[in-house]
């Protein structure tokens, strides 16, 4: 470092922070200190942001810049103003997808997707950086942008450091070595310990207790028993009006924070995976007269709201429901979900940090890094809908969610609060609760852009070896080097095989098939108990038969037969001497059969004595049959034409006959291993390259590529960063976009950037502003049907089709139309709103600058004017400014 020196520094750092560094943290900053980067691993609220406020410290001692990147623009506005506080607003930039505040900053805070575009860009804003932060780098396994995190791994300058901080993973060591080979040494610090024990516990309804049942789910390391005892002798309550009905139930949201209450357990986080359900469940607890604040804790959230909602209008506010919004507030409920526009989830988080707010019910996406630690977590559920069905909650999402029980400093220990449910067994919540820690994997693939970028920048040999340094490559290769190891031995194993399976009196292959056949007709023959069981099934109440073993030479009379559950079948006889038994197939050595019968008493009374002794007596005189036992062969006693046949192969007559046919069918076995090993291993290796060739013949194919070069469109393309890049930029190409005015230029836009929730959303088609502008959206999406057939054909996967759900909204926001009117008419959420509005924004000033005709890249400017107004404009400020 310039200025003190680096121990000095360091000590300055340390001596400002107000509390002692922890073991992993002075591991970090020693590798820091040593020119390396670090990946450190450790749980929610360690501490592992002090390595990324050194790493800073560092930049700017040095002289240089520091680059703090976060995958959501929530969590960049929130380290921008934490790192203002820390070394002042001159100091630190802001850079996201909607603009831009002092970017040449020595410390700037931006989204992922951001500094990756500077890197294909080369942006002269990396001019000077020497580290960059990679906050919440476990999102590179996010199947939707988790490829942008190894994208920047891999082209950030080689002089510039990482500073990677994840969840605890168990593959970090894998993840850093990987590191390592991309970018030079990286330091794998790993902290498994919880700044603040957990406490895992299991809240149960019971209808035969008046209060809740709250479990340990845990004694002595092991599932707690009391609780499977409980769930077994309480599995059916009494019938009530003809159902049975269980004892057990899921307690109600009302029940669980008042017993969260009486316990101070309080503030929690309640995890509900919906946001309906998040809203309703401030209903019900303000129904039920729930009031958890005290005056003065209501005077102080609403002195709150009112400092973050200065810039909404009373209209706005009425549009946005904050009459009942803000009773829940004021009575310490709260819910934090994405359709809240981002000034209430900021009233919210305040609020709750200074635990004026008590129970906030909450989606999982509060668990995405937002700094709102409690003292307890309420999960409701531990599967959650996916959209196309419900999932149980990985190790990895439960350690997210659970990560926010307790706030250290002030808890001795949090609480994590699974509820009883009548789908999923007590042994499933201890299993994922006992499970800490998640692999880390790569969703990496090949993109358009990627592909355009590559081409642009780099020949094609280095770049299909960047390609090659993805953390899907390296696992890939990993596995390979395991599996070739694997595949060494089957093939000395098969060499070993092939051996044994040679005889000089025969071809050992025709014989063993043989065997097989002879193998499987002994195999239909049926076996002796099969055999038993039949003839006993055909005997009747008076037969005598021949039973080996039985005194009185071996005679007994039926006197009746019965079947047990699981298919049983019991005689019961009496023998001359007037003993009962009970006989069933085991008793038989052969399919027993009749040798005579008796004349039975009337009436049929079996079980009496008196019906017995006149059955024995009858016995002793009976006429009967010498033998009632059908002969049954033994194994190979009853030769089959194919077990002749095998006999008579000459490899039968040779001592070693056995271990040959053994070694044969080892061989075949084997030869099977090494095939379908050799084609996992063609795929790991092939996978990303054939991935690759395959866009670039889709990109050649479309006219974006020929040859290595870029075409004028393929410029466009690399320039263009969405995942409908391709799509968007032929849509551009062609002309679709040109000659419209602004607001019509906002809603054809919004077709890329609009996703319907829901698995069959249902979307009215809006009144087209003309038929000109009903052509241009039809022909749109006739190219996107094109491109798909394209990629199908190519074997890749597909691009998301445009929607027209948000065109009307997205045509009447730019052209002035109030709020509250569209949000009334079109049934979307505020925060659904000021969300896509947004991605409208940011797709319009990429429009801006790559569109080929002038006047549509000026239509785009002002479109995105005309767009950022209102509740929009005032959900982008932070820290005093727009963004």
């Given amino acids: 470092m310039s200025g003190p020196s680096a121990p000095a520094a360091r000590a300055d750092f340390a001596a400002a922070l107000g509390f002692a560094l922890d073991p992993f943290q002075h591991q970090a900053l020693d590798a820091l200190d040593a020119g390396q980067s670090v990946l450190v691993a450790a749980p929610t609220g360690s501490g592992k ?22 995958p959501l623009k929530a969590l960049s506005n929130q380290k921008f103003n934490d790192l203002i506080a820390r070394h002042g607003a001159a100091n630190v930039g802001l850079l996201t997808g909607d603009n831009s505040i002092r970017p040449d900053a020595p410390v700037v ?71 390592s080979t991309v970018r030079g040494t990286t330091a794998a610090i790993i ?151 981002p000034p209430f989830k900021e009233v919210v988080e305040a609020a709750f940090t200074r635990a004026l707010v008590k129970a906030v019910f909450a989606t999982e996406t509060l668990s995405l890094g937002i700094n709102m630690p409690a003292r307890t977590v309420v999960i409701e559920k531990i599967t959650k809908f996916t959209g196309d069905g419900h999932e149980p909650l990985t190790p990895g999402e439960y350690t997210q969610l659970t990560g926010r029980a307790g706030r250290r400093g002030i808890d001795e220990q949090g609480n994590a609060v699974v509820l009883w449910s009548p789908f999923v067994p007590f042994d499933q919540v201890a299993s994922l609760a006992s499970r800490r820690a998640y692999a880390l994997t790569s969703s990496f693939r090949p993109t358009y852009n990627m592909a355009a970028n590559l081409v642009r920048k780099y020949q094609p040999e280095t770049a299909h070896h960047l390609l090659n340094l993805s953390f899907a490559q390296y696992r890939a290769d990993s596995a390979v080097v395991r599996d070739e190891t694997r595949l060494e031995k089957l093939r000395a194993d098969l060499v070993r095989a092939e051996t044994s399976a040679v005889c000089d009196r025969g071809d050992v292959g025709e014989y063993a098939g043989l065997r097989r056949a002879a193998e499987r ?31 009185a030479r071996g005679r007994v009379a039926v006197l009746s037969t019965r079947g047990r559950r699981g298919g049983d079948l019991r005689v019961r006889v009496v023998t001359q001497d007037n003993r009962v038994l009970s006989l069933g197939p085991k008793d038989f050595a052969a399919p027993p059969r009749a040798v005579g019968r008796v004349q039975l008493p009337t009436p049929f009374t079996p079980t009496k004595p008196a019906f017995q002794r006149q059955v024995a007596q009858s016995l002793r005189t009976a006429k009967l049959r010498s033998d009632g036992l059908v002969g049954v062969a033994g194994p190979g006693q009853t030769p089959t034409a194919e077990a002749d046949a095998a006999a008579d192969h000459p490899v039968d007559t040779c001592p070693d006959a056995e271990a040959h046919v053994v070694a044969y069918r080892r ?126 054909e190519a074997g890749l996967p597909v691009t998301r089709p445009p929607e027209i759900g948000f065109f009307a909204l997205a045509h009447g926001w730019s052209s002035g139309i109030d709020l509250d009117e569209l949000l009334e008419e079109h049934e979307m959420s505020g925060g659904d709103f000021v969300r896509n509005v947004k991605q409208v924004i940011d797709l319009l000033r990429q429009v801006a600058i790559v569109a080929p005709a002038l006047a549509t890249r000026d239509a785009a400017d002002q479109a995105a004017g005309r767009l950022f107004r209102g509740v929009v404009a005032a959900s982008s400020v932070v820290g005093g400014s727009i963004v």
């Fill in 191 to 341: 902290e498994e310990r919880r700044p603040v024990e957990l406490r895992n516990l299991f809240l149960v309804g019971d209808r035969s207790s008046e209060h809740l049942h709250l479990f340990p789910t845990f004694v002595d390391g092991k599932p707690n028993p009391a609780v499977g005892q409980l769930e077994a002798r309480s599995t059916v309550r009494a019938r009530e009006r003809g159902r049975r009905r269980l004892r057990l139930f899921t307690p109600r949201r009302v029940e669980v924070i008042d017993r969260l209450w009486s316990e101070e357990m309080l503030p929690a986080i309640y995890f509900v995976f919906s946001r309906a359900g998040c809203d309703d469940a401030v209903r019900q607890c303000l129904d039920a007269g729930l009031r958890l604040t005290s005056p003065e804790e209501r005077v102080a959230v609403r002195a709150i709201a009112d400092e973050k909602l200065t810039a909404l209008s009373d209209d706005d506010l009425d549009a946005l429901g904050y009459g009942p919004w803000m009773a829940g507030l004021e009575a310490g409920l709260a819910a934090h979900h994405a359709g809240l526009v």
């Fill in 49 to 70: 942001t002090v390595v990324a406020e050194y790493a800073v410290a560092r930049a700017m001692g040095e002289g240089g810049k520091a680059f703090y990147t976060t």
């Fill in 109 to 179: 805070v931006m989204t992922t997707e951001v500094l990756r575009n500077m890197l294909y860009a080369a942006s002269p804003l990396l001019r000077g950086l020497r580290y960059v932060v990679l906050d919440e780098v476990h999102y590179l396994q996010n199947p939707y942008r988790g490829a942008v995190w190894e994208e920047v791994i891999i082209h950030c300058p080689p002089d510039v450091d990482l500073v990677c901080l994840s969840a605890t993973v168990s593959n970090a060591e894998e993840f850093a070595a990987w590191i």
């Fill in 667 to 792: 061989q075949i076995d084997l030869r099977r291993s090494i095939d379908r090993l050799e084609k996992q291993i063609q795929g790991r290796t092939e996978s990303l390259a054939r991935q690759f060739d395959r866009v670039l013949r889709v990109l050649e194919a479309w006219g974006y590529v020929d040859g290595w070069s870029l075409t004028d469109a393929g410029v466009i393309l690399g320039a263009t960063y969405h995942e409908a890049d391709l799509l968007i930029a032929e849509t551009l190409r062609v002309g679709l976009l040109d000659d419209v005015d602004p607001d019509t230029l906002a809603a054809l836009v919004s077709t890329f950037t609009f996703e319907a929730r829901g698995r069959d959303p249902v979307v009215a088609i809006p009144k087209f502003p003309s038929p000109r502008i009903r052509e241009r959206w039809t022909a749109i999406a006739d190219l996107a049907v094109e491109l798909n057939r394209a990629e199908q």
């Fill in 521 to 551: 007709a002994a195999k239909r023959v049926p076996s002796v108990h099969d055999q038993v069981v039949a003839a006993l099934s055909g005997v009747q109440p008076g037969d005598v038969l021949s039973v080996p073993g039985i005194k």
